[in-house]
């Protein structure tokens, strides 16, 4: 029998993980990557200048109820957020193709205590000005023509990767 989120019992996994969203507006991604932070233990979904309404159709069934339960900070400055984690001593990881990234699941994320996780918008991805202020650049392998995926499935993978390597190490 299919089991629903209402009987089903995973372990919580303690992670000091942020997700900071740069552009992302649509209600169908904003749903998804609720659901998705919560299916990973993501502490908190960050969203830059764009106001989340959290009664909105769309986001309400792509989310499956993690909309009542993830916490949520809309309208923020991504720069200026940017800086304050950083200087609360996480690591900044932008998920996006660039002269500098690395593929993610080469990545070690053990000797990482707390980490902003940086996602952009599907058409513009992440600004130039926020990659410039991260520490880390990652990006998925893919062996397909298109240099692009959906942003939460990308951020489904990513997750994975991270929390794999953090929950195996317990």
Not at 34 to 46: C, E, H, N, T
Request: aromatic letters at 6%.
């Amino acid at each position: 029998m299919q089991r629903h989120h209402n009987n089903t019992n995973f372990p919580k996994i303690d992670t000091d993980i942020i997700l900071l969203c740069d552009g992302v507006n649509s209600p169908a991604n904003i749903g998804s990557l609720l659901r998705i932070a919560d299916s990973f233990g993501v502490q908190k979904v960050l969203f830059g200048a764009v106001t989340i309404d959290i009664n909105s159709p769309r986001l309400k069934r792509t989310a499956r109820s993690a909309q009542n339960w993830t916490k949520i900070e809309d309208n923020i400055d991504v720069l200026e957020t940017l800086e304050a984690y950083k200087k609360k001593g996480y690591t900044s990881i932008a998920l996006e193709i660039t002269d500098k990234s690395d593929p993610i699941q080469q990545s070690n994320f053990l000797n990482l205590e707390k980490i902003l996780l940086i996602i952009g918008d599907e058409s513009a991805g992440v600004s130039n000005l926020i990659l410039e202020n991260c520490k880390l650049h990652r990006h998925i392998t893919m062996f397909g023509k298109n240099s692009s995926m959906n942003v939460s499935q990308a951020t489904s993978i990513a997750l994975y990767e991270i929390t794999k390597q953090l929950t195996h190490a317990k």
